[in-house]
């Protein structure tokens, strides 16, 4: 019986990972956050808060529980019932800031603490832990790839910030205009997000990720030679509230595969520019050399192949 107890009470938290606010307060026994501790995009903290009305409903009609370990409190009404040394902000509990305790029960959307914090991180470019070189491409570890050639990352409170792969902007050449999204508008995973522009010529790019745009690379407007330049750092283009995190991170490429795909996208790239512009893949030729051949309906073309347009 003793055993019994001793690895009930056991807490293993893997490297990385915190408790769930639903654990923080107290509601659940075990549960790791996921998103981010952006509960508003939270599917398991959406299904706990109908669970809990659900139970209270149940209580109204039934005012003698028929099992006493239905879940009665929400876990904002069980941390507001904390001493208020205990009410951390979120951003303490994530490690943002060093001490922050929460002054707005837990309701961040009219906080102006939690809208500074969001400002900021928003628009703070986070830098690239480490590069990878594949078949004279770069790809940033820990990205998502989208088959049309724009990267997706999850950062902090849930959102995803996105931007071109170096194999599209080595493959559009240098942009003359990049058309971004508004903040606000809604995106859909392999539909189009945006428009960029070369000489004159236009091409659409497909949006990795669903979601709601939340802010926009202004930079952009004016230097848009920094998706060449630095496409995934200076020159990312959009950030999204995510509305399908999960489920479109599985259509993604991801690590090993992105490497995959990546080695099969230049051997079809070469091998489109041999047929058409007598380039041999094994000649020492660059993708560079094969953009500058680039116009017209070629362009229009390798675009339409390789962005999915």
């Given amino acids: 019986m003793k055993a019994t107890k001793k690895?009930?009470?056991?807490?293993?938290?893997?490297?990385?990972?915190?408790?769930?606010?639903?654990?923080?307060?107290?509601?659940?026994?075990y549960k790791l956050c996921d998103n981010n501790f952006d509960c508003s995009t939270c599917s398991y903290d959406h299904g706990m808060q109908d669970k809990v009305a659900r139970h209270k409903a149940a209580a109204v009609m039934q005012p003698v529980p028929a099992a006493p370990?239905?879940?009665?409190?929400?876990?904002?009404?069980k941390m507001m019932q904390?001493?208020?040394?205990?009410?951390?902000?979120?951003?303490?509990?994530?490690?943002e800031v060093g001490r922050k305790i929460c002054p707005s029960a837990y309701e961040c959307g009219t906080c102006s603490f939690d809208q500074m914090m969001q400002e900021?991180?928003?628009?703070?470019?986070l830098p690239v832990n480490a590069r990878t070189q594949e078949s004279g491409f770069e790809l940033a570890e820990d990205f998502y790839y989208h088959e049309g050639h724009a990267w997706a990352k999850p950062e902090y409170g849930g959102r995803v910030r996105v931007g071109l792969d170096d194999?599209?902007?080595?493959?559009?050449?240098k942009l003359g205009r990049i058309e971004l999204p508004n903040i606000g508008q809604e995106v859909k995973q392999g539909?189009?997000?945006?428009?960029?522009?070369?000489?004159?010529?236009?091409?659409?790019?497909l949006s990795p990720m669903d979601g709601i745009v939340s802010h926009v690379n202004y930079k952009l407007q004016n230097q848009p030679g920094l998706a060449n330049e630095s496409p995934y750092e200076n020159g990312w283009l959009f950030t999204?509230?995510?509305?399908?995190?999960?489920?479109?991170?599985?259509?993604l490429y991801y690590g090993q595969e992105a490497r995959n795909f990546i080695n099969e996208e230049r051997e079809k790239l070469f091998a489109m520019a041999n047929e058409d512009f007598s380039v041999a893949a094994d000649g020492g030729v660059s993708v560079?050399?094969?953009?500058?051949?680039?116009?017209?309906?070629?362009?229009?073309?390798?675009?339409?192949?390789?962005?999915?347009?």
Avoid: H
């Fill in 69 to 77: 370990e239905k879940f009665n409190e929400t876990w904002v009404e």
């Fill in 240 to 251: 999204i509230e995510p509305t399908r995190l999960r489920k479109n991170l599985k259509g």
């Fill in 191 to 205: 539909e189009v997000g945006l428009q960029v522009r070369r000489n004159g010529k236009a091409a659409k790019v």
């Fill in 167 to 173: 194999f599209a902007q080595k493959l559009l050449g």
């Fill in 120 to 125: 900021r991180l928003q628009a703070e470019i």
């Fill in 7 to 29: 690895r009930a009470s056991m807490r293993i938290f893997p490297a990385g990972k915190k408790k769930c606010v639903w654990m923080e307060a107290g509601v659940v026994s």
């Fill in 288 to 309: 560079e050399d094969i953009s500058q051949e680039l116009e017209g309906e070629n362009w229009a073309k390798f675009i339409k192949t390789f962005l999915k347009t």
């Fill in 82 to 95: 904390f001493p208020a040394n205990r009410r951390q902000c979120r951003y303490m509990i994530t490690g």
